[in-house]
């Protein structure tokens, strides 16, 4: 019997083993991960996890007997050390190596450490992990201090955690706007309210210099411009880098991330990359990319699975994401990269609202929605299709958007 080895057991290569068995597939999946556990999800970890509203059975992908029941082998606290393609093997670190018919790289990406004086300083935390959330949450007593460097989605979920645990947060942005890659400017400003009016302090152009510590401790932020942030903790959430350096060491084309194409097929015919570590088709949009989502890793998920059991491949979807801050879930689907406009369906002083980016013949891009999960559904096919829509029906929030995306 041919078999898979899967190497990363995240929420891609732990969905990866799931749908192989759901298409058919009858031959030996082996799945090797780092972290101690079998696949969980990672975005309650700066949410409900961090909160103390998780539970290790509540982030769990598939509950623990799924594995045995499905024939799926899990080799956990296994770092994979290289992959022999001529032998078709892979190396595990006590030296012993583990033959594949077919591979799957679903090796995720790890956070970006910050390249400045302090960094190493104890207190400074980054989160991609539960081990990693469990320190953040440690760092979090009421009262307590948390500086966070960047403004991205995990750092504004982190901050949002520290209120509701009754601590402060400082979030530190160095670009003008919070989101300033990934968001348009109304969310981005919305946001920033949202923030400050829950007792987060949030500074914009704001460029770190380095962490000062204390006794080997981080004790403050400090600021190009001389500003010092006291804190008790730091948490950096400047982006992920993509885990490529086995791809690469193995000689797979990488372009800041594993290329592959629609079928997750990488420059190897028996080897598949999937999730984070990827750079993909983004065929709605015309160009390629990396994409950081669990959305994302389903769908390559799906993409390698079906390829492998001899299913033609899913439609492409739609990008869409999530956040939870506060009372507030974002929900954005699409890609802006070509908008020229965009439109404010709903207030942004009421109970939800959308935001829609339009390209300059008005097809529907991308939608933003912040409580308004009607809009986001409307928006995800709209953008699904790039429909062309006036401004103004989309701008009357007294007109449902239902009618336009049949
Ligand atoms: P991962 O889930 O990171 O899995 C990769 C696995 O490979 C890891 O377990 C890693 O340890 C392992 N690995 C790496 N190298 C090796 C090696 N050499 N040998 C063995 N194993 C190895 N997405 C959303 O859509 N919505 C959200 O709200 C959201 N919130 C998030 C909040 C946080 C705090 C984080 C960290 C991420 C969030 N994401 C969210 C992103 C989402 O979790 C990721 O896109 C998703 O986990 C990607 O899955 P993956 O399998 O590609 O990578």
């Not at 429909?387 to 009618?403: F, M, N, Q, S």
Request: hydrophobic content about 45%; some cysteine; aromatic content about 4%.
């Amino acid at each position: 019997q041919p078999r898979i080895v899967i190497l990363g057991a995240g929420h891609a290569g732990g969905s990866a083993a799931a749908f192989l068995r759901q298409y058919g597939w009858k031959g030996g999946i082996t799945l090797v991960g780092e972290e101690p556990v079998a696949p969980y999800q990672r975005p309650p970890l700066s949410k409900a996890w961090l909160k103390g509203e998780a539970t290790a059975e509540s982030l769990a992908l598939r509950p623990a007997r799924f594995y045995a029941q499905q024939a799926i082998e899990l080799r956990l606290g296994t770092r994979v050390a290289a992959v022999d393609r001529a032998a078709k093997r892979v190396l595990l670190p006590d030296g012993s190596a583990l033959g594949y018919d077919r591979l799957i790289l679903a090796l995720g990406a790890r956070p970006r450490e910050l390249p400045l004086p302090g960094a190493q300083l104890r207190g400074v935390l980054a989160l991609r992990n539960i081990a990693d959330a469990d320190a953040v949450q440690a760092a979090l007593r009421p009262g307590a201090r948390l500086a966070v460097i960047g403004g991205g989605y995990i750092g504004l979920e982190a901050a949002a955690s520290a209120r509701a645990l009754g601590a402060e947060a400082v979030v530190i942005e160095r670009e003008e706007r919070v989101l300033a890659r990934v968001a348009g400017r109304a969310l981005s400003a919305f946001l920033e309210d949202a923030h400050r009016a829950r007792g987060v302090t949030v500074l914009t152009g704001a460029a770190v210099a380095s962490i000062e510590g204390e006794g080997g401790a981080a004790r403050a932020v400090r600021l190009a411009d001389g500003t010092r942030i006291a804190c008790d903790a730091v948490l950096v959430g400047i982006g992920a880098v993509p885990n490529t350096e086995l791809a690469q060491a193995a000689g797979l084309d990488c372009a800041g991330g594993v290329v592959v194409d629609l079928a997750a097929r990488t420059s190897d015919p028996d080897i598949y990359a999937i999730g984070d570590c990827t750079h993909r088709p983004l065929p709605l949009y015309g160009r390629s990319g990396r994409l950081e989502s669990v959305p994302n890793a389903i769908e390559q998920a799906k993409q390698a699975a079906a390829d492998l059991c001899g299913r033609p491949p899913p439609l492409p979807e739609v990008p869409w994401f999530w956040s939870d801050q506060f009372d507030l879930r974002l929900q954005m689907a699409g890609l802006a990269f070509t908008a020229q406009e965009s439109v404010v369906r709903g207030s942004t002083d009421g109970p939800g609202f959308a935001v829609f980016h339009l390209d300059a013949e008005h097809r529907v891009l991308a939608v933003e929605a912040v409580n308004a999960p009607a809009d986001f559904m409307a928006g995800r096919i709209l953008a699904a299709k790039q429909a062309r829509i006036p401004p103004a029906v989309l701008g009357d929030a007294a007109r449902p958007l239902k009618d336009l995306t049949a």
